[in-house]
C-alpha cells in the first residue's frame, strides 16, 4: 500500500440532505436516513445507490450504508459516486476510523463539521488497493457481525427466561403441581388456591418517598447521607450512591427521611419508570422514588421480584404526555400475589440464585460482544492504514 496521505476533501464532497416534504413520509419504499440511520420510507429520493450518509446533527459521527437509493434528510451529509472517484465502499470504512463521532465540532448547537471532516488524513491506497481493502472488511466485518448477532440472541433468550422463571415463581409458586383458583384480577390468571391478593398499601405499614434539595446549596450535599436517585434503580442493591446529602438538609426539609436497610424502591416517573431495587444500606431518596418497608405481610425480596414481573401493569396507570408519573397513592393501591411468608422466603432464595447465575452469563456475553466490538474497530483501522496486507489474504 502507498504511503501516500492525502486530506479527506481532496477525495470527496459531503453534500447536505434535504428537509423532507411533510406528508411524504411513508408514502413510498425510498429508505429515509437520519442521524441515527433509517427511521421511514418516502417515494422520493435524494442519493444515487449506494451512498454513504453520515449523522452531522444529534447522533453526529454515525456512518450509514445505503445500498439502494435514498433520501438523506437535513440532519445529515450523503455522499454517493457523483461525489467522489474513490472506491465508495473503501472510503465507506475509511471514514468509520476518523473518530467524528467524538466530539461536537459545532459550537451553538453539537454537530459535526464539515470543514473539520473536510482536513482529516487519510492514507491513500490505488484504486486496486482500495477494493481489496473494501472486499477483505465486508467479509472479515460480516463474520464477526454473524457472532455479535448469535451472542445478542443468546443474551435475548436469557432475558426472557428471566422474565418467565421470575413470573411462575410469584404467581405460581414453585410447585407446578398445586391447586389453583381465579386471581380475580384481569391482568393475572390462577394463582395457588391458599394464596391472598394484598394491596401494597395494607403489606407494608411504611410507604413513603423524599426529595430534592436545592442543588445550588453546597452545604445540602457536603454530608455522608446516601440519597438515592431513579437512575441508581437497575433492579439491584444499592449499597452506595452517586450524591450523599447532609444532617442540615435532613433537618431543613421534613420530606426527607432515612430510610432501612431491606427497603424496596420503586421508580415513579423518569426515564427509569418501573426499575427496582432493594437498599444494602440505610439511605434517604429523592422524590420520584417511592420507598417501601416495614412489611407485615411481605418479605422484601419477594416483593422485589413481584414488582418487577408486574412493572408494565403498574407503570400503565401513570399518567402525562411525553414523561408518564405515577405517585405514591398509586403505588399504594396496586395489588400483588401474597404467599404465605415461608413460601415467600424459599421462592425468593430460588430466584436470587438462578437470577444471579443468568446474570452473571449474560455479563459474560456482554464482556464478549464489546470484545468482538473492539476487535471490529482495530480490524477496520489496520485494514484501511495498511498494517495488515489484505490484498494476500485469501477468501
Same mark, same amino acid.
Given at each position: 500500500?502507498?504511503n501516500?496521505?492525502?486530506r479527506?476533501?481532496?477525495l ?13 413520509d ?17 417515494a422520493?429520493s435524494?442519493?444515487e ?6 449523522g452531522?446533527k444529534g ?10 437509493e ?17 472506491n465508495?465502499?473503501w472510503?465507506?470504512?475509511?471514514i ?11 459550537a451553538?448547537v453539537?454537530g ?6 473536510y482536513?482529516q488524513k487519510?492514507?491513500?491506497?490505488d484504486?486496486?488497493?482500495?477494493s481489496?481493502?473494501?472486499?477483505y472488511?465486508?467479509?472479515?466485518t460480516t463474520?464477526?457481525?454473524e ?10 433468550? !436469557?432475558?426472557?427466561? #428471566?422474565?418467565? =422463571?421470575? /413470573?411462575? *415463581?410469584?404467581?405460581? @409458586? ?6 389453583? $383458583?381465579?386471581?380475580?384480577?384481569d ?8 394464596w391472598?391478593?394484598?394491596r ?10 423524599g426529595?430534592t434539595?436545592?442543588?445550588n446549596?453546597?452545604?445540602?450535599y ?5 440519597w438515592?436517585?431513579?437512575?441508581e434503580l437497575?433492579e ?23 430510610y ?9 416517573y ?9 437498599l444494602?444500606?440505610a439511605a434517604t ?5 417511592c ?6 405481610f411481605?418479605?422484601?425480596?419477594y416483593?422485589?421480584y413481584? !414488582?418487577?414481573?408486574? #412493572?408494565?401493569i =403498574?407503570? /400503565?396507570? *401513570?399518567i402525562?404526555? @411525553?414523561?408518564?408519573n405515577?405517585?405514591t397513592? $398509586? ?19 430460588f ?5 444471579t ?17 473492539e476487535?471490529?474497530c ?12 489484505v490484498?494476500?489474504?485469501a477468501?
Amino acid at each position: 500500500m502507498s504511503n501516500e496521505t492525502v486530506r479527506l476533501k481532496f477525495l470527496c464532497h459531503l453534500v447536505y440532505g434535504d428537509a423532507l416534504p411533510k406528508g411524504k413520509d411513508m408514502a413510498g419504499n425510498v429508505p429515509v436516513f437520519g442521524s441515527n440511520g433509517q427511521y421511514t420510507t418516502t417515494a422520493m429520493s435524494n442519493t444515487e445507490a449506494p451512498a454513504i450518509i453520515i449523522g452531522r446533527k444529534g447522533s453526529y459521527g454515525k456512518v450509514n450504508w445505503a445500498p439502494v437509493e435514498a433520501f438523506a434528510s437535513d440532519t445529515t451529509f450523503f455522499i454517493d459516486d457523483r461525489f467522489t472517484n474513490a472506491n465508495l465502499r473503501w472510503l465507506y470504512w475509511v471514514i468509520q476510523t476518523l473518530g467524528i463521532d467524538e466530539g461536537s465540532q459545532e459550537a451553538a448547537v453539537p454537530g459535526l463539521s464539515r470543514g473539520w471532516v473536510y482536513e482529516q488524513k487519510i492514507i491513500l491506497p490505488d484504486s486496486e488497493g482500495q477494493s481489496h481493502i473494501a472486499d477483505y472488511l465486508d467479509r472479515e466485518t460480516t463474520r464477526i457481525d454473524e457472532l455479535i448477532a448469535e451472542k445478542e440472541r443468546m443474551l435475548a433468550l !436469557l432475558e426472557e427466561r #428471566r422474565v418467565a =422463571l421470575i /413470573s411462575q *415463581a410469584v404467581t405460581r @409458586g414453585l410447585n407446578p403441581d398445586i391447586p389453583l $383458583k381465579p386471581s380475580g384480577l384481569d391482568w393475572l390468571e390462577d394463582i395457588p388456591e391458599y394464596w391472598s391478593i394484598i394491596r401494597i398499601k395494607y403489606g407494608f405499614r411504611t410507604i413513603g418517598s423524599g426529595t430534592t434539595p436545592p442543588t445550588n446549596r453546597n452545604e445540602f450535599y457536603e454530608g455522608n447521607i446516601p440519597w438515592v436517585t431513579t437512575s441508581e434503580l437497575r433492579e439491584n442493591l444499592i449499597n452506595s450512591t452517586e450524591k450523599q446529602i447532609s444532617g442540615e438538609a435532613l433537618k431543613e426539609f421534613t420530606t426527607l427521611k432515612i430510610y432501612p436497610k431491606g427497603s424496596v424502591l420503586f421508580a415513579m416517573y423518569g426515564a427509569t419508570i418501573g426499575r427496582v431495587a432493594i437498599l444494602d444500606v440505610a439511605a434517604t431518596v429523592n422524590q420520584a422514588v417511592c420507598v417501601l418497608t416495614d412489611a407485615d405481610f411481605f418479605n422484601e425480596w419477594y416483593a422485589f421480584y413481584a !414488582l418487577r414481573m408486574m #412493572r408494565d401493569i =403498574l407503570v /400503565s396507570k *401513570a399518567i402525562g404526555g @411525553g414523561q408518564p408519573n405515577l405517585n405514591t397513592e $398509586k403505588v399504594f393501591e396496586h395489588k400483588l400475589p401474597c404467599p404465605p411468608i415461608d413460601e415467600q422466603l424459599v421462592i425468593s432464595a430460588f430466584l436470587r440464585k438462578e437470577i444471579t447465575r443468568s446474570e452473571a452469563l449474560s455479563t459474560e456475553i456482554v464482556k464478549s460482544v464489546n470484545t468482538l466490538k473492539e476487535r471490529r474497530c482495530a480490524l477496520i483501522t489496520a485494514a484501511v492504514t495498511g498494517r495488515i496486507p489484505v490484498e494476500d489474504m485469501a477468501t
